[in-house]
């Protein structure tokens, strides 16, 4: 989008903003003439923002073995569905339970003085990932999966909706910085500073933050007495951005 402002000076200044990432903003003013013949300064500065994440998401394993395929496959059905009905008791609807990967393998076995490796039983794993938007919850969520059957934990991850409106207070703080550096080099070179010429921020998007990863396989989850303690962190947002300022010479 392209725009121009008349100033007192009767400059017109052609302002270009473009999104080139998620959530990266790229702006240039530039005033009159080539960059290169302006004399300029270029400062860099950050800004940090914190956001409470309100939704978060676990994977939840359901592994079992048996002699055949389809057995193991039958009764991973049976304790996948035991599963599912149980996080659906807790208010999670079907939308927020979903499959994320579903695998059967054959289990080797290795005879000790040598020889070919037979097929000794198989294993077969269905992955359900299950979202929320009440954090508070997540601990209930991981016992009630375990208790219903469920054997691993892969992940569980925290992450905000949206961080518009902190990620703007973050850019905010990263040009105050900028500035407050750029006037520091104006007025350690002997001029002051000018007009803004060229700004541009770049900030990589918040990933979901896994809080932690379990690989062992949890048993005699329903004896717990006490249940499965989850206190999510807050994530930062971090902008940088780099700026450039017309320099103004003393005058002698």
């Known amino acids: 989008m392209k725009g121009c402002i008349q100033f007192s000076r009767n400059a017109c200044v052609a302002a270009l903003i473009s999104v080139s990432a998620p959530l990266a903003l ?18 860099s500065g950050q800004g940090e923002a914190k ?8 994977l939840v394993n359901v592994q079992t073995r048996a002699l055949t395929a389809a057995a193991a496959g039958a009764d991973n059905a049976q304790r996948t569905k035991a599963v599912l009905d149980a996080l659906a008791k807790l208010g999670l ?12 393998y054959p289990e080797m076995a290795y005879d000790k003085n040598g020889g070919t490796p037979r097929v000794a039983g198989y294993v077969v794993t269905n992955t359900v990932k299950a979202e929320t938007r009440r954090p508070a919850e997540v601990g209930t969520m991981v016992d009630a999966a375990l208790s219903a059957g469920a ?3 892969n992940s569980l991850s ?6 518009e409106e902190p990620r703007r207070q ?18 350690a070179a002997g001029g002051s500073l000018g007009d803004l010429i060229e700004l541009t921020t770049q900030g990589a998007t918040v990933p979901p933050r896994p809080m932690y990863e379990l690989s062992a396989m949890r048993k005699g989850v329903a004896a717990m007495a006490e249940p499965t303690p989850v206190n999510p962190e807050q994530q930062t947002i971090n902008v940088f951005v780099v700026s450039r300022w017309r320099f103004i010479p003393a005058a002698h």
Request: net charge negative; glycine share 4%.
């Open 26 to 43: 790229h702006a240039q003013v530039s005033a009159g003439g080539p960059l290169s013949a302006v004399p300029s300064l270029v400062a």
């Open 51 to 58: 956001v409470n994440p309100d939704r978060a998401s676990i």
């Open 93 to 104: 609807p079907k939308e927020q339970l979903s499959t994320e990967g579903y695998s059967v």
């Open 151 to 153: 054997n691993m934990i």
């Open 158 to 163: 925290f992450y905000a909706s949206s961080i």
């Open 170 to 187: 973050a850019i905010s703080l990263a040009v105050a910085n900028a500035r407050a550096d750029a006037e520091a080099m104006a007025r």
